[in-house]
């Protein structure tokens, strides 16, 4: 079975390379136009000047020569020539891929500091919370914290540069505006997995026998964290392509950057090169994960693949998720009773006040009926996404072995370098930013099917059905499928911010849904040129990003809360105790 997913690891591989290398064809549209332009804006786009262009990168030859001529030239260590630029591919993807890895790495580090901060106080108390918080800093829009930063650090307080990359000072505000929501992610992983762990036989003997409690955490860090590490490795490769709005506004010319720009201009090898170095990237992050994972088992545990108790939920007080779900009722409600086009020029950039609760946008439309209607293609399209990725992983749960080398791809690609693509094949749009975060949303849920389909088929009980007859759909509809469905459907509900967070990146970099559409991402990308004089304008999409994010952590806190207690058997009543 490991055959099939190499197999299909390999298959997915080159379909990626495959539907780049055939994007010009795939949109429709002419690459010879879409190269001129990048040329020269000013040139007249006459039949002439296209028919030169033609000749000269070899457009008249078709789609599946020139992706053979790419493979060829790829296995002699040859990424082609730029076709706008004219320069050689190579050095530009070198180049942009050494400043993203030194990005990733300081972002991962700023990720740690905070994860250790979230975790700190449940290592001290030894029972976690509902994770609330940790949730909100992780649907916290990485391009509003890098505005918001580059405004007050860089603008107000002129503390440090608000563009380029020249020296260390440039990485500090990318870098905190990516660890951020990073280090919110890892941190609340962490958090969550400890007091299952630190209620393990082997901590109690420990601490009879006079273990100290910085000993103790340390060890119990290191039980929780080989599981832990394939997240922490997709978080990493997050920080590169997945930085593609950060880099965008600190115009840091990283890899992520120059994908986007050659996908515009329709600049073929230099989109190739740099989804191929992403790729790359991303499955080498994998590998040395899994490497990581290894080596903190230890030789004993390798093959048994110890894994983590079950998670101890925490039931969050029904006020919690009842207050977030009536504010954003109460909020998307009243915006729908309003006009979101509604264009009033006079009123440009006006303060809340009671005719506009939430303030005017740059056009004076209403934010709080932008921020309403918004809400339908943002949290509905984000719902979609989730219901799809979760029908698709509870069939691919069946398949592990082969769901896993499309998984390795999947984790590999961010999810903006997808839309990037897609965009570019189809055309920006909220169908097209919906498909793309749809392709890459469902490997942690296949993951997470996989593991209990194969709990529940080793479970004594199924023995038992197989052994009276119970035929194989039987036990499949009735067993298996419930069994399955309702924890990876928990887990799918948490991973909707994550999803509305990636739409509302596709948004914001003009690959999502287009103008006047009022879609959260959209807001946020209108509303930064002038977020230092109206600040509500950005602010009011991104608390509702973070209070989606509480309601969605703590109302699954609270239905799994329940359901543990329903399931707790009634205590017993024990005879007197016997020795040990």
């Not at 392709?439 to 593991?451: E, K, M, Q």
């Not at 038992?464 to 036990?475: D, E, K, N, T, V």
């Not at 287009?514 to 230092?532: H, T």
Request: proline content about 7%; glycine content about 10%.
């Amino acid at each position: 079975m490991a055959g099939a997913a190499t197999l299909t690891r390999l298959l997915c591989l080159i379909a990626v390379l495959a539907a780049v290398g055939l994007l010009p064809w795939l949109s429709g549209r002419d690459p010879a136009l879409a190269v001129l332009r990048a040329r020269s804006a000013e040139q007249d786009p006459t039949e002439e000047a296209l028919n030169s262009v033609r000749r000269d990168l070899g457009l008249d030859a078709g789609p599946l020569s020139l992706l053979g001529g790419w493979a060829s030239d790829l296995l002699h260590g040859d990424l082609g020539t730029s076709w706008v630029s004219g320069t050689e591919v190579l050095p530009s993807v070198v180049s942009g891929l050494q400043v993203s890895l030194v990005l990733m790495g300081a972002s991962l580090a700023v990720a740690l500091l905070l994860a250790c901060a979230l975790v700190a106080p449940v290592l001290v108390r030894g029972r976690a919370s509902a994770g609330a918080w940790a949730a909100m800093l992780a649907a916290v829009p990485e391009f509003l914290l890098a505005t918001v930063a580059l405004l007050v650090f860089g603008v107000w307080l002129g503390w440090l540069p608000t563009s380029g990359w020249v020296g260390p000072e440039n990485m500090v505000l990318p870098a905190v505006a990516l660890g951020v929501p990073g280090g919110g992610l890892l941190g609340r992983l962490v958090a969550d997995a400890l007091p299952a762990v630190l209620d393990e036989r082997w901590v109690e003997l420990w601490r009879g026998a006079g273990v100290s409690r910085a000993r103790i955490a340390g060890a119990a860090l290191r039980r929780v964290l080989p599981p832990l590490v394939p997240q922490f490795g997709m978080v990493a490769v997050g920080f590169t392509g997945g930085a593609v709005a950060v880099e965008t506004v600190f115009a840091v010319p990283g890899i992520g950057r120059s994908a986007l720009g050659a996908a515009k201009s329709q600049d073929l090898p230099l989109l190739q090169g740099s989804v191929l170095a992403l790729l790359a990237l991303g499955l080498v992050t994998g590998a040395l994960a899994a490497f990581a994972r290894r080596r903190l088992l230890g030789p004993a545990l390798r093959d048994a693949s110890l894994a983590l108790p079950p998670a101890r939920p925490v039931r969050a007080h029904p006020a919690i998720p009842l207050s977030l779900f009536t504010v954003l009722a109460v909020t998307i409600g009243w915006g729908l009773l309003r006009d979101p086009y509604a264009v009033n020029t006079t009123a440009r950039l006006a303060a809340p006040s009671w005719t506009h609760p939430l303030g005017t946008d740059g056009l004076g439309r209403d934010v709080l009926a932008r921020l309403g209607h918004g809400a339908a293609s943002t949290v509905g399209t984000a719902a979609a996404v989730c219901l799809l990725s979760l029908l698709v992983a509870l069939a691919l749960g069946f398949l592990p072995r082969i769901a896993e080398g499309a998984a390795d791809i999947a984790n590999a690609l961010p999810p903006v370098i997808v839309g990037i693509l897609v965009a570019a094949a189809a055309g920006p749009g909220t169908g097209g930013a919906a498909l793309a975060v749809a392709l890459i949303s469902w490997p942690a849920l296949s993951a997470h099917a996989a593991a209990l389909v194969q709990e529940v088929r080793a479970s004594a009980f199924l023995t038992a059905q197989r052994a009276i007859g119970a035929s194989p759909f039987w036990i499949l509809t009735r067993h298996v499928l419930p069994s399955v469905a309702a924890p990876v459907a928990r887990h799918a509900l948490l991973r909707l911010p994550g999803i509305a967070l990636a739409l509302a990146s596709l948004g914001f970099l003009g690959l999502g849904a287009q103008p006047p559409a009022p879609e959260w991402g959209l807001l946020l990308d209108e509303s930064r040129a002038y977020v230092e004089r109206a600040p509500w304008a950005a602010l009011a999409p991104a608390v509702a990003l973070a209070l989606l994010a509480g309601l969605a952590v703590s109302g699954a806190a609270l239905t799994q809360g329940r359901r543990i207690r329903r399931v707790t058997p009634a205590p017993v009543k024990k005879e007197a105790p016997v020795g040990v």
